[in-house]
């Protein structure tokens, strides 16, 4: 079969990572072409192809936690908070787009916005940050809205994080086991007393839980330079995903993921 890699081509690096597809996806729509559009795409297609494999690690995660591998969550955390320090480095790039610059091809977004990104509300919710709230700007023919709809029912990296500590003698409370799976994870006192016996018993558990808030200090600084990012480029216009903007991503500023590590420093 004939095609754009050659006829009967042995398998080489732009067939196995189908190069001349990825470069095709890039398509500015300002007319003339505003040269930072192209930066703008790019950064945004990455930010989402870094979402796929975050997705992908927190999955493993999940079953490592329940099945009590300790090594195999450690070594995935690893991944996920090494992956977001490059999700915030990514922002100084996007921050070399001057407001003008913006503005020369935002109009041609029209109500287009990461708030619509369904990975990222995937990522949420698979950290157990469920807000049913948000499921109402995923118009239910966005591409994976079923996936996200999914989700929102399914159990989180955190109720998973609690069968790991029961393999490690925590009792968990039945409220946490019985919990209803459409709500958010939140802090819960006796989980914090069993993570407190663990950080003192058990060195190397105690590596996966500072991993994690590496990783939950990485979301929180994201969101932090992603707000800074909105501020320098749009300052105080509404966004184009129809939140109020600004205040919208102010609500989930410095909110932590893994709220029973955090709860307990003082107590160490
Ligand atoms: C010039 C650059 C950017 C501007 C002006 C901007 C603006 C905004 C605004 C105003 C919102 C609030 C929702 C709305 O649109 O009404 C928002 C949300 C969001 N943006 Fe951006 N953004 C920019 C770059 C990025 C980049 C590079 C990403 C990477 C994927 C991103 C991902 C998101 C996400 C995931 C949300 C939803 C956040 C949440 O629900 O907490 N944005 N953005």
Redesign the pocket.
Known sequence: MSNEYGKGAPLSYNKYLKVPELLKLQETLSDPTSHDELL?II??QT??LW?KQLLHEFEKIKKDFSEGDLFGAIHSFKRTRTIMKVLVA??DI?ET?TPSS?SSFRDRLETA???Q?IQ??EI?FVLGYKRES?LKYVKPDFPGADRLQKRIGERTAIDHFYDFLETRGAKIPGELKNRDLKQANGPNEQVQQEILKLYKSSPEVSILFELMTDFDEGLQEW?YR?IK??ER??GAK?????????P??K??LFKPIFHDLWAIRHEM
């Open positions: 703008f950064i945004h930010y989402e979402f990514q922002v996007l787009m913006f916005s990461g708030f990104s990222f509300r949420e948000t969101r992603h990012l909105v480029t749009i509404k966004g184009t995903g129809g939140s109020p903007g600004v919208f991503l609500e989930s």
